[in-house]
């Protein structure tokens, strides 16, 4: 049986956790593969929002197995406070939610760690959502991290202990002024902990191998987005982890010969939260417009996004990394209203007209090239079908289909589960 992937194909927020919910009832596992609780997942169904951070995004239906893969970090004091906010809905964790041996934690120090980095950048700074995720992944990469599996081990608290040490003197060396009480945060730390470990640990990717053998429908569930992939992001105004589709290989131990769909989600523009280059971002009232209708805020900082046209060259360079197979446009509502709307088909850079995405997108040497299209005004919300949507969206969906060459399957009229239009 082959895995399923959905994910972000701009710089994030794009309402990855809304799709996995609409699509969850036709897969057996929904299963994350990488980030941490830097994520934001939001659901909305029956009046009530939900945002979900490292939770899979399939943990409100039943029948549903939910898996934290490998290439996740999880902080505990998050994932309990998730556990918490859950606790009305009478899930049944330890059933339900499976957490892979191999997924490493993020201790307190990391995030302090993250603090103190990003305070010795000053104007540099990436704009990290503070939440430790650089410094964990660089303990995994630099092979010092302690995984899920550890705390099954006795000496796990002297391994944390010389690790915490070890963080402690590297905070010293950014002299960075940030205020913490260590004894707080651990007490907080280890309490978490024991929570975590109520819930099951697995050897996620035999566990995944068994459920293709035996034909479950498997969801991998990305977070972020691909502008904020370790490689192919704007470097380095980019998360830590491999955001695209390869990254499902690396943080679920699936095979590349065992993907099959590959679900890209995208916004009808563009937004970005945090620094780094954003050429079709608006200063205007168009832009503000997009933030104060699209509710444009940070679902785990609450910090505005920063709002722009769609970016075609972007989102195609995006399509082609992770072999895309079909679309879904969010927030299509949020663009009604606007007489002309503005789509970037190319960039002006260093002078010359190009239609791939370069090096380096810095303002300096970018400038889009927009198509202008004629906008629509009516209210999409309460639109079930394709058949009710006004004859300029459906031209703006054949154009970005056209120039994307891959369908749109799902058009997002809304953040409820109903206000979705399937094509
Ligand atoms: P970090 O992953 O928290 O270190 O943040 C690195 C960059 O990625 C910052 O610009 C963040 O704002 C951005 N970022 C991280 N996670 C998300 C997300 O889930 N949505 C949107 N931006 C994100």
Redesign the pocket.
Known sequence: MAVDLLLGLQ???EGKGKIVDVLTKDYDIIARFQ?GP???HTLEFDGIKHVLHTIPSGIFHEDAINLVGNGVVIDPVIFKRELNNLEQYNIDFKEKLLISRKAHLILPTHRLL?AASEASKGKAK??????G??PTYMDKTGRNGIRVGDLELDDWKERYNSLRDKHLAMIDFYNAEIEYDLTELEVEFFKSVETLKTLTFIDSEEYLHQAQRTGKTILAEG???SL?DIDFGTYP????STTTAAGACTGLGVAPTKIKEVFGIFKAYTT?????PFPTELFDEAGEIMGRVGNEF?A??G?PHRCGWLDLVALKYAVHVNGVTQLMMMKGDVLSGFDTLKVCTAYKYKGERIEHFPYNIEAENVEPVYTEMKGWKADLTKMTKESELPQEMLDYIHFLEKELEVPIKIVSVGPDRKQTILR
């Open positions: 710089w994030g927020d980030g830097n994520a934001g993250d990436i704009g990290s959502t503070l939440k995720i650089g977070a972020q987005g904020l105004y980019v998360t830590s970005r939260v945090g620094s780094g940070g785990t900082t910090r």
